[in-house]
């Protein structure tokens, strides 16, 4: 069974600009979950997504923005960039959510 | 006042130690709670789960449960040079989604 797939694996964009990440969870799994990582700070929640809705967020401003397809894929876009959003974006799935999370590789941007 | 929180550390232990690292949460409602290990440069691995008071063993781990006290451990015995990682505390909350702490870096020296 493949496991989640995100990409790309590396980003490097200037401030102002805009991202879109990309994430396909485990075959049969309808949730998706995107966390930040940065170092000290542990994993901070986004959101959620499940069955194409956002079920849960996260206490990021409004420039943080998902997306669930209905094939379970999900997207996160990140417009106007800053500096601080310099980090590792990791997906997680899971069968129905709130339960044993499976992780990408995860997205490793820098904001130049 | 954080909803998940561990001690940063780091851990240091010696090989064939136990290992015990602990994490304390505010949400009194929390029902599911997880370890994860995640390798320097590698994604989490969830390790153990526990829901219900008292201990749940697998193999060197032991995950300790008390929802009372809001308190979360994980115990390793025998620690070896390979246990070395971060260890995230994560707690399911009620409205389904998973918090995680800051983690606890531990080290075992061989």
């Known amino acids: 069974k493949a496991g989640v797939t995100q990409t790309p694996r590396y980003l490097i964009k200037t401030r102002g600009q805009q991202v879109t990440l990309s994430c396909s969870p485990i075959?049969?799994?309808?949730?998706v979950s995107w966390y930040q990582q940065t170092p000290g700070q542990g994993l901070q929640f986004l959101f959620e997504?499940?069955?194409?809705?956002?079920?849960n967020k996260g206490n990021f401003p409004g420039r943080f923005s998902g997306r669930q397809f209905s094939n379970s894929r999900s997207e996160m876009n990140v417009s106007t960039l800053e500096l601080g959003d310099s980090a590792l974006y990791l997906c997680a799935s899971s069968r129905s959510g709130g339960e044993k999370l499976f992780f990408g590789s995860g997205t490793q941007l820098s904001v130049l | 006042q954080k909803e998940v929180e561990q001690n940063s550390g780091p851990l240091s232990v010696p090989e064939g130690a136990i290992a015990s690292l602990n994490c304390t949460y505010s949400d009194r409602g929390s029902q599911s709670f997880f370890w994860y290990r995640q390798y320097s440069g590698k994604s989490p691995e969830l390790i153990m789960f526990i829901y219900s008071n008292g201990d749940k063993e697998d193999g060197r781990f032991t995950a300790q449960l008390n929802k009372a006290s809001q308190y979360v451990s994980l115990l390793i015995r025998d620690s070896q040079p390979s246990d070395s990682a971060t260890y995230l505390c994560?707690?399911?909350?009620?409205?389904?989604?998973?918090?995680f702490g800051a983690g606890t870096r531990l080290t075992v020296k061989p």
């Open positions: 075959s049969g799994h309808r949730s």
């Open positions: 997504y499940f069955s194409e809705t956002q079920r």
């Open positions: 994560a707690v399911k909350h009620n409205n389904n989604d998973m918090r």
